[in-house]
């Protein structure tokens, strides 16, 4: 009949849930397997930000996603399309605050990894090399080589703006190190092109300081990159010419830099002929190896091509027209020792400055606008569904309370004291059973002092013998067949000695209770052929000798819980000699019950017994 009930209750249960979750909009109903799911929104995030963005609203009003989910999309798509690193970082810390985010490793490290890229973007150097040491024991945990490189290089290029360049170039080596480790063992062309990338920025790095040697001996290191790029399958259309053009651009200027004109020339010259240099766009990158020859009108050409080009194609207001453009253009005027247009070119940087920290303190203003807009709104949402949900958390509480009280109690009560009868049984099997044990070690030890007695006695009268008396008692003796069965018969006998010596050496020192205990360390202390060792076991133990041993350690955590009921169960496992993982496993295997339980019974048998006795 309670049966019954609990049947009636859990089918309303499940009736009354259904019908809260149809109140929501569901994942198959607003479309999830096609536009609302993580991997498309971070799919456009990099081509269509603003789409991303609209449809992370969309989904946060259906809620399509967990505000870590939510969080960190908006983190990816800030940080991937728009290039506004402060409200990434923003969203990136509100994920990170979110205790869903420790229940997932994997993207916990992608998330400390736009963190702290946005933190040495928006100046936050404390925060970044933060971000980089925890990302990094995260990253050893997973063991993710790849992100653990990744957090080094961030980690050096924050060092570097901080003038900590020898520290720099030490995390620059180990991420380089580990990069180049994955990209042997993947043959896929991002692991070359990663390693090829910090290969590059450790070289840019040691070029800024003037350390041009130890930046053009990084060369062969960035070829082999770019070989390893150029002879994988999955190589994108493209990407190893323009690789190659980098490089040449690269090394060109620290050629020059120390001195190996006739290096640089080459580089140079290689530089022209790639296909990626010729083109419209890519001319630029000819610019500062011309600077660094002393070709300064040509450098000026080039310079002068690619303003045209910008002006007409796109905004030249931003960083990167300062630099590397105009200040292209200023170091060639530099080379010239044209003072005029030198102050020209100066004046026209300080001037674009000015207008872009303008733009970037409204840019800041608006996304702090923004993103008070937008907490406003999670604010607005939040408050709509939990006033859409308060009757629901109800009847979802008053179900539970049926259900846990009704349904749980009555299978715990019941499970409990079955385990409490199982246990009870076999506290009661095992005290029997080293009861037995004991008395059979003990006769055991008397057989072997006798059979040890005997074997003098008979040495001694072996001694006392003569050869005539030896001679009679031979003829004497039965046919061959007979004296064979006899021969046969001893030997098993002996077999049957040595194996009880074995085995009361190994109780009697409790052998079994050192963790690396084996074989080999018992045929030290009593010396037996290997072959004729396994079989005494197999033989007279019906069990290969390392089970044999598993079984004394057993037996002895039977008898240390029975003698100290007091003793923890870790204190039990470690003084049998064995891990927690595989004495646990086993104990439940073997008995049935848990070691807790187990114990729980003894205690409970001991209390029955003080009882009866008071």
């Known amino acids: 009949m309670l049966r019954v009930k609990l049947h009636i209750i859990l089918l309303l249960a499940a009736c009354l849930l259904t019908a809260c979750h149809a109140g929501h909009s569901g994942p198959d109903a607003d479309g999830r397997d096609s536009v609302y799911t993580a991997g498309y929104i971070e799919g456009i995030s990099f081509e269509k930000p603003e ?16 505000p870590f989910e939510t969080n960190m999309l908006r983190c990816l798509v800030n ?8 409200a990434a970082l923003f969203y990136g810390r509100k994920a990170y605050a979110d205790p869903e985010a420790r229940k997932h490793p994997d993207k916990l490290l992608s998330l400390l990894s736009y963190m702290a890229e946005d933190s040495h973007t928006n100046g936050d150097y404390d925060a970044s090399v933060r971000y980089c040491a925890e990302g990094l024991e995260l990253a050893r945990q997973q063991e993710s080589k790849t992100y653990e490189a990744d957090f080094h290089v961030t980690w050096a290029k924050t060092l570097m703006l901080m003038a900590q360049h020898g520290e720099a ?23 070359w092109d990663e390693l090829f990338y910090s290969i590059g920025l450790k070289l840019s790095a040691l070029y800024e300081v003037d350390r041009n040697e130890e930046a053009y001996a990084l060369a062969p290191r960035m070829e082999e990159a ?47 002929a790639n296909p990626v240099a010729s083109t419209p766009e890519g001319e630029y990158i000819r610019i500062p190896g011309l600077v660094a020859a002393g070709r300064f009108d040509e450098a000026l050409h080039y310079v002068y091509r690619e303003k045209k080009l910008l002006q007409a194609n796109t905004d030249t207001v931003n960083w990167d027209y300062i630099n590397p453009h105009l200040q292209s253009e200023l170091e060639a005027w530099q080379g010239k020792g044209d003072v005029g247009e030198v102050a020209r070119v100066q004046a026209a940087m300080l001037a674009l400055t000015d207008t872009l920290r303008r733009r970037e303190r409204i840019a800041d203003a608006l996304q702090w606008s923004e993103i008070y807009e937008s907490e406003e709104k999670d604010a607005q949402i939040k408050k709509e569904q939990q006033n859409a949900d308060r009757w629901m958390v109800v009847a979802i509480a008053v179900i539970v309370v049926m259900v846990v009280g009704g349904s749980l109690g009555y299978v715990i009560v019941r499970k409990n004291r079955d385990i409490s009868r199982r246990s009870l049984a076999l506290v009661a099997q095992v005290k029997r059973q080293l009861a037995d044990r004991r008395e059979l070690d003990s006769k055991t030890g008397e057989l072997l002092a006798l059979h040890e007695q005997l074997a003098r006695l008979e040495s001694q009268r072996g001694a006392a013998d003569t050869p005539t008396d030896q001679q009679e008692t031979g003829k004497e003796s039965g046919a061959p067949s007979a004296q064979k069965e006899e021969n046969g018969n001893k030997q ?3 077999d049957r000695i040595l194996f ?17 205990f084996s074989r080999t360390e018992m045929l030290k202390i009593i010396p037996v052929p290997q072959n004729k060792f396994a079989r005494l ?21 039977n008898e240390l819980f029975i003698e100290h009921p007091d003793w923890s169960t870790d204190a039990i496992i470690k003084a049998c000699g064995m891990s927690r993982t ?10 049935g019950v848990k070691p807790e339980e187990f114990r729980k019974s003894i205690l409970k048998g001991n209390g029955s017994k003080k009882h009866i006795t008071n």
Do not use: M, W
């Open 500 to 516: 009880d010596r074995i085995v009361c050496e190994i109780k009697n020192r409790q052998l079994f209770r050192n963790p690396g």
């Open 537 to 557: 076991f197999r033989e007279f133990a019906d069990v290969p000798f390392t089970t044999y041993i598993q079984d004394l350690r057993f037996s002895y955590a």
């Open 582 to 591: 595989s004495f646990y496993a086993s104990f439940v295997q073997r008995f």
């Open 492 to 494: 098993a006998e002996a």
């Open 79 to 86: 940080h991937n399309g728009l290039s506004r690193y402060r």
């Open 169 to 191: 170039f030490r995390h620059f080596d180990i991420g380089i190190g580990l990069l180049d480790e994955e990209a042997r063992k993947n043959s896929g062309y991002h692991a």
């Open 226 to 272: 770019l070989k390893g790029l150029e002879a994988s399958k999955d190589v994108p259309d493209g990407l190893a010419e323009l690789r190659r053009a980098e490089l040449l651009a690269v090394l060109c200027p620290v050629a020059y830099s120390t001195g190996r004109k006739a290096d640089g020339d080459r580089l140079f010259r290689q530089l022209e």
């Open 51 to 66: 789409e991303a963005l609209a449809l992370l609203d969309t989904a946060e009003e259906r809620r399509l996603f967990t």
